[in-house]
């Protein structure tokens, strides 16, 4: 190797390593919790004993999966998991463009960062605070909607935690409020992007306002709005845990309408002591994510290709 060739070499090496140094802690975080968890797929087709560990528990093939879906809770968690999240996905879209749509329109005044502030809070709080929150409107004994609602309308008192029909829409509604805010922003910033010259030319043409947010801002959202969708159903089989275990507070009555996938594996471990099952769970859940994915974007490929992730 000539001194040129080392020399260039070296210079190589003294740019990338800063760059390097930054990603580092992003690499071993991904080590950490994305890969080394991987070896727990073989727990999936392992009578699990904690004294042999993961490779030294007998090999028992499909009996895991076998047991999981003769039992009811394999049609409920995975009924729950894909109707919550298809609710998520179409409501939480529509209403992010919404308020995004709303927050854009009203322009660079003070009042829009308090908006936005507002939106942001709810993001921010954990969902053993929400839960509480929810525990202080739901709770039967002195909860507000009982206490205070109810007793004005001359209504008997409910015992939320025991009665299953509201709280599919309880669950919908709780999601919603904590993450729309944060949701919009990234369509706030798709907006914002936009060239003003299409909306002033729209606008001498006569189009009115609402015209122009169908005709022109939603279809130029498009690309955002499939780019998340598709992440977003890549992701159906994964439920948020702390809304379906916090906010019904754990509530055995209330399993038929808030086990998930991401629950079942958790009580599974923690309450059944179930490793080889619950890893089996996980497994399913992961491999029909990653068929959903592949074929929402397989089906985007063919109605838009330009749009497709890949």
Known sequence: MTTRAVKKKKSS????????LIALPGIIYLLINNY???????????????????????????????????????????????????AFIVLGTVLAIFVAI?????????????????????NLLSWV????????????????????????????????YSFRPPWPYILVFVYLWKYVGTNSIIYVAGIAGMDREIFE?????????VKQ?????????????ITLTLMAIGRIFYSDFGLFYQVPANSGRLFDVTQTIDTYVYRG????????????????QS????????????????IDKENALF
């Open 13 to 20: 090496t003294a740019q990338t390593l800063p760059l390097m």
């Open 36 to 86: 080394l968890p991987m070896f727990g797929v073989f727990l999936a087709f392992k009578d699990y004993s904690y004294v042999r560990g993961i490779f030294g528990s007998k090999w028992n093939g499909l009996d895991n999966f076998e047991f999981l879906f003769r039992t009811k809770d394999a049609w409920i968690m995975t009924r729950n998991t894909l109707l919550y999240n298809a």
């Open 102 to 122: 709303l927050i854009h329109e009203l322009g660079k005044k003070r009042r829009v960062k308090l908006f936005q502030a507002s939106l942001m809070l709810p």
């Open 129 to 160: 605070v929400i839960g509480f929150i929810v525990y202080a409107f739901l709770n039967a004994d002195n909860g507000f909607i009982n206490n205070t609602v109810y007793k004005a309308l001359g209504w008997q008192p409910v015992s939320w």
């Open 201 to 209: 030319a729209a606008q001498l043409d006569g189009a009115s306002k």
């Open 213 to 225: 947010i169908l005709h022109i801002t939603v279809p130029m959202l498009r690309p955002t709005i």
């Open 269 to 284: 471990l923690m309450e059944r002591n179930d490793v080889g099952m619950s890893a089996a769970a996980a497994l399913y």
């Open 287 to 302: 491999l029909v994510g990653f068929i959903l994915v592949v074929g929402a974007n397989a089906l985007v490929r063919r």
